[in-house]
Every structure is written in structure tokens, then in C-alpha cells.
């Protein structure tokens, strides 16, 4: 059971918009900045966003971050079939001392 | 360029131990907190732990899972990170992963990322 809750899996069509949720308490998310990462099939997770809601270098205007309150929510407009892979959220719990990850979240392009 | 190489990753019993490396380039390493972060096959990310660089007194933290088990330690010299890893259970397998954290603006994440090594427990 993660501690911070995302859904098992999404699917869109290319050219589609696909959000993906990342639940948590006021100890992480609530207090928090959340970052998100993409790992793709037998790779190491990579930096999508970070701060909530910035991109690195080098990641498309498509893939976009926000939170609000405990919440915080990944969104990929103009869905590439690359785009195919495991997402996860991340962030500091002030009463665990350490990073929390969300369970994971499988997309699927269609 | 910035690698991150993790080794040291094999096969061990259970009850044994073992002492992973994470040998970092392309950045300033002494200045950097170094996570430990791991994937069981099939499964999600767990944070194994971190430790801070010599600022902030090179401060460890580990998660429950493997609290007293589990020692990270880092030689500056040599921009290497370590995990020695005791008591080893069987669930404990998966791959680990070292990343460096950055943070500013009271906003961290991870920004790098070794390739992995994989630990089998069995």
C-alpha cells in the first residue's frame, strides 16, 4: 500500500489529453512539492516534472503538473504512442522522514 | 555528461550481505545528497534512504523497511556512494537505484538517476 495513491492504470488514443492523480495527506503533498517521473519499459525512472508543475530541459510542453491541497495531477496532451509507460509521483512526508511514491500508474496508448 | 553507475548488485542468501557502489560523474558530487531508491520486479518505486552531503553533516535516513539493516555511507574522494546491505531477506530483491536530489527553493526531486543493479535474495 503506497502511501501516496495514484490509479493502477490510463489509456488514450494518440492525440488524445490523459490525466493521471496522485493522492496524498497533509504530512506530503499538503506541505510538500510533488515531482513526477516516467519510467519507460526496462529503464530507469527519469524527471518529468518537478515543483509541482516545472519541466526539465528536454521534456515536451506536452506533459504538464499541478497540485492543489493534497492532490496533484499529471496531465499529456497530444498522446504519442512513447509516451507508453509507467508514471509515478513523489514527494517528502514530514512524519515518515522520507521521499513517498505512488503506486504507479500504467499508460497505455490505444 | 552526468552518469550515475551503480555495481555490486548479485545473488545472496538470505541472512547475508551485501555492499552496493554508486560511482557518480558530470556534477558536483561532494555537494549533492545521494538517495537509494529500489523496484521489485513488477512493482512501484520504495525510497530505501539518503545521505546529505558535509554541510549538512552527511545525515542518513533510512525508511522502516530497512532501518537497521541498512547503512549508507559515501566517500567524497572518490564521488562514490555505498550501500551495505545486512540481514538481507528475501524481500528485499529488486533493483536499486542511486539518484542525487536536488533541491532549491525548499522544493526537491529527483534530477539523476544510475542505470541500477539487481539484487537477488534467494
Known amino acids: 500500500q503506497s502511501v501516496l495513491t495514484q490509479p493502477p492504470s490510463a489509456s488514450g488514443t494518440p492525440g488524445q489529453r490523459v490525466t493521471i492523480s496522485c493522492s496524498g495527506s497533509?504530512?506530503?503533498?499538503?506541505?510538500?512539492?510533488v515531482s513526477w517521473y516516467q519510467q519507460l519499459p526496462g529503464t530507469a525512472p527519469k524527471l518529468l516534472i518537478y515543483?509541482?508543475?516545472q519541466r526539465p530541459s528536454g521534456v515536451p510542453d506536452r506533459f504538464s503538473g499541478s497540485k492543489s491541497g493534497t492532490s496533484a495531477s499529471l496531465a499529456i496532451s497530444g498522446l504519442q504512442s512513447e509516451d507508453e509507460a509507467d508514471y509515478y509521483c513523489?514527494?517528502?512526508?514530514?512524519?515518515?522522514?522520507?521521499?513517498?511514491f505512488g503506486g504507479g500508474t500504467k499508460l497505455t496508448v490505444l | 555528461e552526468v552518469q550515475l553507475v551503480e555495481s555490486g548488485g548479485g545473488l545472496v542468501q538470505p541472512g547475508g550481505s551485501l555492499k552496493l557502489s554508486c560511482a557518480a560523474s558530470?556534477?558536483?558530487?561532494?555537494?549533492?545528497?545521494m538517495h537509494w531508491v529500489r523496484q521489485a520486479s513488477g512493482k512501484g518505486l520504495e525510497w530505501v534512504g539518503r545521505?546529505?552531503?558535509?554541510?549538512?553533516?552527511?545525515?542518513?535516513g533510512y525508511a522502516a523497511s530497512v532501518k537497521g539493516r541498512f547503512t549508507i555511507s559515501r566517500d567524497d574522494s572518490e564521488s562514490t556512494a555505498y550501500l551495505q546491505m545486512n540481514s538481507l531477506k528475501t524481500e528485499d530483491t529488486a533493483m536499486y537505484y542511486c539518484?542525487?536530489?536536488?533541491?532549491?527553493?525548499?522544493?526537491?526531486?529527483?534530477?539523476?538517476w544510475g542505470q541500477g543493479t539487481l539484487v537477488t535474495v534467494s
Open positions: 558530470g556534477f558536483t558530487f561532494s555537494g549533492s545528497a
Open positions: 545521505i546529505r552531503d558535509k554541510a549538512n553533516s552527511y545525515a542518513t
Open positions: 515543483s509541482n508543475n
Open positions: 497533509s504530512s506530503n503533498l499538503g506541505s510538500n512539492t
Open positions: 539518484a542525487r536530489r536536488q533541491c532549491s527553493g525548499g522544493s526537491c526531486h529527483f534530477d539523476y
Open positions: 513523489a514527494a517528502w512526508d514530514d512524519s515518515l522522514d522520507g521521499v513517498v
